[in-house]
């Protein structure tokens, strides 16, 4: 799919589909202790990546780990609370930020590697193995804020305030980016995907600066190195803006979220990239006729172009397994 061929029925996995929503998981999660011990433990962090391709046969494996871990790499602390998502130490002055090691610690990233050698090795080799980073404007919104936040407010009011001193934080996140990516690709993932959850947050310039800009410059600094490296963007909510962001960037797939309009994602993405999506994961949790009818009306709309069927953002966890077998199948029935 991702060199341009098509199959009957469209290659399908999920975002976040290792996770809450799957009683393995919670059971691997308990005895891991923490999270970031999960992602830094190959043999659970294997396990876990496995796991939904196992138990639903989907076409690509996404490396179990988180994009925090960068920060963690770059001397930041990094905790996940139970039930409060992830929390960071924040950065709050230009100082904090002339702090910063402009080099990630290598041994940090060591086990991530070894995960992505041992799920390779028990793969199928017609799965896709995928890796995957934050994009740097969505790393630095947790860095700054130290925690999720609605519309990124702090990060988006440093960046206007202290535009020097962000870009050199967006700097030191494009170079640990290239670096971290090209090595996943050589301990065996076949493509990566950089996750820009966070783009939508951002007016047209600051799209351009924050978001576009980094992941050109990512991709051009991963293809120096391993020149067919094959490059999945997502900037969430970039709607009217992806186009722009898909001819500047030169990845080769985009993924897309509910929102997206068909006739613009048509003419102007899927005719220069394979497209990803775009599911709404809520249709996901409502199941029945409203799950179906949504994921016609994704086929509908993309399957005759290049398509890898997903969801528009990541799977919740109170989705019933029974839906996302049901999903599975509808697609998997699917002939153009
Ligand atoms: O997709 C997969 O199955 C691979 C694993 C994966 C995780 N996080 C595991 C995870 C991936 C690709 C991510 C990416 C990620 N992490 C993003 C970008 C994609 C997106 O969903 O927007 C972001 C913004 C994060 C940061 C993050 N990590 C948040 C906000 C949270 C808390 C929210 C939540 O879902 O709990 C996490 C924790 C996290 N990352 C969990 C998992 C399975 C849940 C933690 C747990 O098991 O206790």
């Keep these: 799919m991702l060199s341009g061929n098509r199959q009957a029925s469209p290659p399908v996995w999920m975002m976040r589909q290792a996770g809450r929503y799957l009683p393995e998981y919670r059971e691997v999660r308990a005895r891991a202790g923490g999270f970031l011990n999960l992602c830094f433990t190959p043999e659970l962090a294997a396990e876990v990546t496995l796991q939904p391709i196992r138990r639903f046969g989907f076409d690509a494996a996404i490396l179990f780990s988180d994009i925090l871990v960068v920060p963690h790499a770059l001397g930041r602390s990094v905790r996940f609370e139970a039930g409060e998502g992830p929390r960071l130490d924040p950065i709050e002055t230009v100082a904090a930020i002339d702090a910063l090691p402009t080099q990630a610690d290598a041994a940090i990233f060591a086990p991530v590697y070894e995960t992505l050698r041992r799920v390779k090795q028990e793969l199928d080799p017609a799965v896709t193995l995928l890796g995957f980073c934050g994009a740097p ?25 202290e535009p020097n001193a962000f870009q050199k934080l967006i700097d030191i996140l494009i170079d640990a980016s290239i670096g971290y990516l090209s090595a996943q690709l050589e301990a065996g993932a076949d493509a990566v995907q950089l ?31 391993i020149p067919d490296a094959r490059i999945i963007g997502f900037p969430r909510g970039a709607g009217a803006l992806l186009p722009d962001f898909v001819e500047r960037t030169g990845i080769d797939a985009v993924s897309i979220d509910w929102a997206s309009e068909p006739g613009l994602m048509r003419e102007r993405v899927q005719s220069r990239v394979a497209l990803q999506g775009n599911l709404d994961p809520l249709a996901l949790i409502a199941g029945g006729d409203a799950l ?13 172009g290049r398509l890898i069927f997903n969801l528009g953002h990541g799977i919740q966890p109170e989705t019933p397994i029974a839906h996302v077998e049901r999903m599975v199948q509808r697609v998997r029935d699917y002939r153009g």
């Excluded at 969505?138 to 990060?155: S, W």
């Design 137 to 161: 404007w969505t790393v630095a919104t947790y860095m700054i804020a130290g925690q999720g936040t609605p519309d990124q407010a702090p990060a988006r009011l440093f960046a206007y305030r």
């Design 195 to 225: 996750f820009d959850t966070w783009a939508g947050t951002l007016p047209p310039e600051q799209f351009s600066r924050w978001s576009v800009e980094p992941a050109q410059r990512i991709v051009s600094g991963i293809r120096a190195r």
């Design 292 to 304: 179906d009818r949504a994921v016609d009306g994704v086929l509908s709309n993309y399957a005759d």
